[in-house]
């Protein structure tokens, strides 16, 4: 998905297209259907210059209605760091994502720990499994009420949490404030997931680590899943 | 009527303000100290055209709650006040 600002797109397909040799199309914000694609990615960037809020602005580009149908139908979505503001902004995922504490942008690499393995992102992991991935973002703080955080981890819809190395959850290991070192979510049936962590970033040794692939090979997976 | 709408946007209470708290450190350092708490929001101004101040009024709350404010982190104050006729119908077309 490429909106007016969108940054990471490029990343996204050579993660996908030359790291996994899956087809790739970019689809223009103008667009009006998402018809013939199994999986959406929503990537980084500051799509309309986060005028307003981030994401704010992009909810309303004609192809997010065939996003949303698309993913209420069941349809894979992955929504990554800018992306996942969007997701959140079109009430696709629960909560927001407020500036991080620190005030600072952060690009620094992470560690994740995967949370459960239940979401189309997530299949090929397994919980507890730490991810080192990159983070980039001045507003990454994940913010939700106390009911919908409960309700979150109730229904097993945290996907991700910021960590040590060693997959403890610590608040030195949080590096933008996430209410409960929340770094990524997923809808109740787990075909839409938002991150702030940038895997495509982290899909093969030269850029300093592979471990992003396992998200995009989960979801290859959970679509070769469904059509079996 | 044609209105001008002031719409005052703001973190609710209970979610964390990093901008209003550097901002208090501000303050604080330049010998403000008297000040206990800063919140940061956003301002906006428009101005519209609509049948009576009632309607504006919707109108307005109703662009806060689609767009102008995130419900999930943010609430909104909308102040009103008529600024006078719009151009007429014959200036606008000639």
């Not at chain 2, 102008?68 to 009103?80: P, T």
Request: charge should be negative; charged fraction near 20%; proline fraction near 5%.
């Amino acid at each position: 998905m490429v909106f007016p600002g969108t940054w990471s797109d490029r990343d996204c397909a050579h993660a996908v297209l030359d790291v996994l040799q899956e087809p790739v199309r970019y689809i223009d914000h103008r667009e009006q259907n998402v018809d013939g694609l199994e999986l959406v990615i929503l990537p980084g960037g500051f799509s309309y210059g986060d005028y307003l809020r981030c994401g704010a602005i992009a909810r309303f580009a004609p192809v997010m209605e065939a996003v949303a149908d698309f993913a209420n139908r069941g349809g894979l979505v992955l929504g990554i760091c800018n992306g996942f503001q969007i997701l959140q902004e079109a009430r696709l995922l629960p909560g927001a994502l407020l500036r991080n504490a620190s005030c600072e942008f952060r690009c620094e690499w992470v560690h994740l720990r995967v949370e459960q393995s239940n979401s189309a992102f997530t299949l090929d992991c397994r919980p507890g499994q730490v991810l080192r991935i990159p983070i980039s973002h001045g507003e990454g703080n994940f913010f939700a009420d106390p009911q919908t955080l409960d309700a979150l981890e109730r229904n097993g819809q945290v996907v991700f949490r910021y960590c040590a190395p060693d997959g403890r959850v610590t608040a030195d290991s949080n590096p933008n404030g996430s209410v409960r070192n929340i770094a990524g979510i997923s809808n109740a049936h787990g075909n839409v997931v938002g991150m702030m962590p940038h895997p495509e970033r982290a899909c093969e040794p030269l850029l300093g680590g592979s471990d992003g692939l396992a998200i995009f090979r989960s979801a290859i997976h959970a679509l070769t899943r469904v059509a079996v | 009527m044609r209105y001008r709408a002031e719409i005052f946007v703001t973190l609710k209470p209970v979610v964390n303000d990093p901008a209003g708290l550097t901002i208090r450190g501000g303050l604080h350092a330049l010998g403000f100290e008297s000040v206990t708490e800063v919140r940061a929001g956003k301002y906006l101004v428009l101005t519209l055209d609509e049948s009576d101040a009632a309607q504006a009024c919707a109108r307005v709350d109703e662009m806060a709650r689609q767009l102008l404010a995130n419900a999930v982190i943010e609430d909104y104050r909308i102040e009103l006040e008529p600024v006078g006729e719009p151009a007429a119908a014959g200036e606008r077309s000639a």
